[in-house]
């Protein structure tokens, strides 16, 4: 029983699964086979039919291309001829209302030619009247000023008769002469270059005070018999003119159209001068040599990259310029701002003028010297450096008879620009200030510190660390004059 095998009784499994097997696999190739048979016959028979189907759609659009292009063509010609028969139709009722236009428009252009012939009779008795009444307010304007400079001289006669006879003497009357007459022109010159500031109104009042006091001290005297009969003729013909002249109507009216005239280019004048930057020029014009910063002779004009020393000094190349005409605050000064805060406002102006040196080249016309450096007008470009540091409030004008800046400054301290925000004082001022105030405490009432350290040097007030610096070594000391200290052998710390 244990070596007992089954038999196969004459059948073979294996050969019998392995048949089964390879028979399904051949039946599932042939559908496959079959299936892709009918997948491409029903390709092609959907291709021949979308053939078809395409040629029947083209013969289509190809018959609707016709007949629409055929009724767009119809539309087309319609509408052109519509629209030519509304063009010219619209085009003839144009003309007919351009035709009715223009002879309205001639008709409302004699209409008012007929109102402004009536209306110049009105206008010109308007005018006559206007200059009557000016003619009279000046005849009564003259009347009370000669009736008050006669109360005048009644009163003040006696009392100024002493000052009369003084002006009337040869030697003092030269002298107010000579003073009256330059100040005068002094006035004149610089109105014209500078506009009429306050120094400028001060000075010419002094020059006709002067001229007017000599003129009315001879006056007063009497005319000598020579001058006063030709003159009282003189005097009497234009009055005779002026009475005849007043009371004719074309004068009257041609007083009103001047008045009137003047006050429009008056106010034009007003207008476009506000809208219009303001150019200073410069009245120097004479040329000498200066000397630079190192002591060599510059030329008359230099140009070049320039660079910022303070404020008001600028370096070109080895030649350092001072602008004239203006000062800058020191350039370790400190000013208040109007919020009572201090600020730097020597460092503010030397960051302006390299600001204003930044863009582009700088040109100067050196016209003097001042220790030991060139001064005269630098400009970049066509803008005068000095006029724009001025105008923003960065630096002082330099004010006197002939100063070129003082209307600008007097526009920046209007819109407390920059230094005018606040208070600041000029370099002089702040100078003295702080020698003031360190003097109170100073040794013997002399603020000026000489130190050892590192040198020789002595600082004075209102430079920059003078409170740190501290005089405590043997050989250091204090003086009461930089003159005092460079005797002794010190050098100026600003300098050094």
């Given amino acids: 029983m244990l070596g007992w095998r089954k038999r196969n009784d004459g059948f073979e499994w294996r050969e019998y699964v392995r048949t089964t097997i390879l028979v399904r696999r051949k039946q599932r190739r042939d559908r496959i086979g079959e299936a892709g048979k009918a997948a491409v016959d029903n390709l092609k028979a959907a291709g021949q039919r979308g053939a078809a189907a395409g040629a029947e759609g083209v013969v289509a659009v190809g018959r609707g291309a016709v007949h629409l292009g055929a009724q767009g063509a119809a539309l087309g010609a319609a509408g052109a001829k519509a629209v030519g028969d509304g063009v010219l139709h619209y085009g003839k009722e144009g003309a007919k209302l351009g035709a009715e236009g223009a002879k309205l428009g001639a008709a409302a252009a004699m209409a008012g030619a007929e109102r402004l012939r009536a209306a110049m009779p009105v206008a010109g008795n308007y005018l006559q009247r206007m200059g009557a009444w000016t003619l009279y307010a000046l005849a009564y304007a003259w009347a009370v000023l000669c009736t008050l400079v006669g109360i005048a001289a009644d009163y003040l006669g006696p009392p100024l008769a002493p000052i009369g006879r003084i002006l009337r003497q040869p030697l003092p009357r030269l002298a107010v002469l000579l003073f009256g007459s330059v100040a005068l022109v002094g ?3 610089r109105a014209l270059a500078d506009g009429f500031v306050q120094d400028t109104w001060i000075v010419l009042l002094i020059g006709v005070g002067l001229l007017g006091a000599l003129a009315l001290a001879h006056v007063s005297s009497g005319l000598p018999a020579w001058l006063a009969t030709p003159l009282s003729s003189v005097l009497a013909a234009v009055r005779r003119m002026l009475e005849t002249a007043s009371s004719k109507p074309i ?48 030329t008359d004009e230099i140009s070049g990259r320039g660079s910022a020393v303070t404020g008001d000094t600028l370096r070109i190349g080895s030649t350092v310029v001072r602008l004239d005409g203006i000062e800058a605050p020191l350039l370790y000064q400190t000013c208040t701002s109007a919020k009572g805060s201090s600020w730097s406002c020597g460092d503010a102006a030397r960051q302006a003028m390299a600001q204003l040196l930044r863009s582009n080249r700088v040109s100067c016309e050196l016209s003097g010297s001042e220790d030991g450096l060139g001064t005269g007008e630098c400009k970049v470009g066509d803008r005068d450096l000095a006029a724009e540091l001025v105008r923003g409030g960065n630096v002082f004008a330099i004010h006197g008879l002939f100063s070129a800046y003082g209307s600008l400054e007097d526009e920046a301290r209007a819109e407390k620009a920059g230094l005018w925000g606040g208070e600041a004082a000029r370099p002089a001022e702040y100078r003295e200030l702080k020698w003031e105030e360190a003097k109170r405490s100073a040794p013997d009432g002399c603020p000026i510190k000489a130190t050892v350290r590192g040198g020789k040097r002595y600082y004075v007030p209102w430079a920059r660390g003078y409170e740190k610096v501290r005089v405590a070594r043997r050989g250091e000391r204090w003086f009461c004059s930089e003159t005092e200290a460079q005797q002794a052998g010190f050098k100026s710390a600003e300098q050094s």
């Fill in 187 to 189: 006035g004149i010159i």
């Fill in 251 to 298: 004068v009257q009216r041609g007083l009103a159209v001047a008045l009137i005239a003047l006050a429009v280019v008056a106010t034009g004048w007003h207008v476009w001068g506000a809208a219009s930057p303001t150019t200073v020029k410069s009245s120097r014009q004479a040329r000498v040599e200066p000397q630079s910063a190192t002591g060599s002779t510059a």
